[in-house]
C-alpha cells in the first residue's frame, strides 16, 4: 500500500483486524525521493469475539462462559466484562473485568439471585478489541440446554421448558444412539458447587434420568457402568418399579407413590446426586460419589412417551441438606 499526501500526518484505513504492518514514510520534492524513514511496525486491534450461547451455562453462583475468538490469528487474551442487574431494574455503570483469560472460555463468580449482563473483549499487543455482544445471565438456579446433536432421531425437542417427546416419526436430527436408549444429553456443567434441575414424566413413560461423565462409552445402557448414574422407571404388570442404577446395581427400593415432578439435585463438592418427589417433597435416593469429572445431565427413553426439562429454578431448601 502507498498513499501520497502533502501533510505531516495521515490516516490509513481499510487494515485488517488482529494483523501486524511495517511503516515507513518518504519525502519527495522535485529532484526526486528521500531515502525511507525508520520502519515501525504496528498491530491492528482484535475483531470483537462471538459468545456461543448455546454453550453457556450457568448456577446459583458462577457461570461458564465460551466464545469463538473471531480472529484468524491468535490473539494474546481476553478480557471478560459483566455488570450486574440493580434492585430497580438498571445495569450498574460500574463493570468488573476478568483479564488476561487465556482461552476462550472461563467460568466466573457471581453472585446467587441476581442476573448479569456478560460480554467478552480480544486483547493483543495493538489494544482491546470492541466488545462482543452481550449475554443476559441470571444465577437462580442452574442452567443448560439440551445437545440436540446428541439425540436419537426418534426424539423431538422442543425449547418451551425443553420438552423431549419419544414418537415414531423418523426426524432429521443427527443419527447417535446414547447408552442403547433413545437419549438425549444436557451441557456439561462445568461448575463445582450446587445444581438443580426438575423434570415432568408421565405415569406410562419407562425413562431413566441422571448424569454421565463425558466419556462414558455411548454403547452401554445409563446406569449400567462406573461413569452414569441415573433413577429408571420400569411399568411391570403388577407394579411401576423404579431403580436407582450405577454400575448396573439398584438398591432394593420401593417408592409406593409415582412421581410426576422429579427434583435432580446434584453437589460437586460433597458428592452426591440425589432425587425427590417435589410434589410431596419427598427424598427417593441419594448416590454418594466424589465425582471427579464433570457431567452431563441425561434424559432417556425406554419405551415412547414425553418428559419435560425445568431448569434455571431456584432448589428447595430440602434438596442440600
Not at 522535485?30 to 450461547?53: D, F, H, N, W
Not at 437419549?183 to 441422571?210: C, Q, S
Amino acid at each position: 500500500m502507498m498513499d501520497s499526501i502533502n501533510e505531516t500526518h495521515c490516516t490509513v484505513t481499510d487494515l485488517l483486524p488482529n494483523a501486524q504492518y511495517e511503516l515507513w514514510v518518504t519525502a519527495t520534492n522535485t529532484t526526486g525521493i528521500s531515502p525511507a524513514s525508520e520502519k515501525a511496525l504496528y498491530m491492528t486491534v482484535p475483531s470483537p469475539p462471538v459468545i456461543k450461547q448455546r454453550e453457556c451455562t450457568s448456577c446459583t453462583e458462577a457461570a461458564f462462559i465460551s466464545w469463538d475468538s473471531g480472529n484468524t490469528n491468535p490473539v494474546d487474551s481476553y478480557t471478560v466484562e459483566l455488570s450486574e442487574l440493580s434492585a430497580a431494574g438498571t445495569y450498574s455503570d460500574a463493570t468488573e473485568s476478568i483479564v488476561g483469560v487465556p482461552t476462550c472460555q472461563c467460568v466466573v463468580q457471581l453472585q446467587k439471585g441476581s442476573r448479569y449482563l456478560i460480554s467478552v473483549r480480544a486483547v493483543n499487543i495493538g489494544g482491546s478489541s470492541d466488545r462482543s455482544d452481550v449475554l443476559t445471565v441470571s444465577t437462580t438456579g442452574t442452567f443448560f440446554h439440551l445437545l440436540e446433536d446428541t439425540a436419537h432421531p426418534c426424539l423431538s425437542i422442543s425449547e418451551d421448558g425443553f420438552t423431549v417427546f419419544y414418537g415414531d416419526e423418523e426426524l432429521p436430527i443427527s443419527l447417535l444412539v446414547l447408552y442403547r436408549c433413545v437419549a438425549v444429553l444436557g451441557d456439561l456443567i462445568p461448575v463445582r458447587g450446587r445444581h438443580y434441575w426438575e423434570v415432568e414424566v408421565d405415569d406410562d413413560t419407562e425413562f431413566r434420568i441422571g448424569v454421565a461423565y463425558e466419556d462414558t462409552e455411548r454403547n452401554s445402557y445409563l446406569g449400567a457402568n462406573s461413569t452414569s448414574w441415573c433413577m429408571r422407571h420400569i411399568v411391570t404388570p403388577s407394579r411401576h418399579k423404579y431403580e436407582f442404577l450405577h454400575n448396573g446395581w439398584s438398591p432394593d427400593l420401593r417408592i409406593t407413590v409415582n412421581p410426576v415432578r422429579i427434583g435432580v439435585a446434584l453437589d460437586y463438592q460433597k458428592g452426591t446426586l440425589s432425587f425427590f418427589n417435589v410434589d410431596l417433597k419427598q427424598h427417593l435416593h441419594t448416590f454418594h460419589y466424589r465425582f471427579q469429572n464433570y457431567v452431563h445431565p441425561c434424559f432417556g427413553f425406554d419405551s415412547p412417551g414425553a418428559l419435560t426439562v425445568h431448569n434455571a429454578i431456584e432448589a428447595p431448601e430440602y434438596a442440600f441438606i
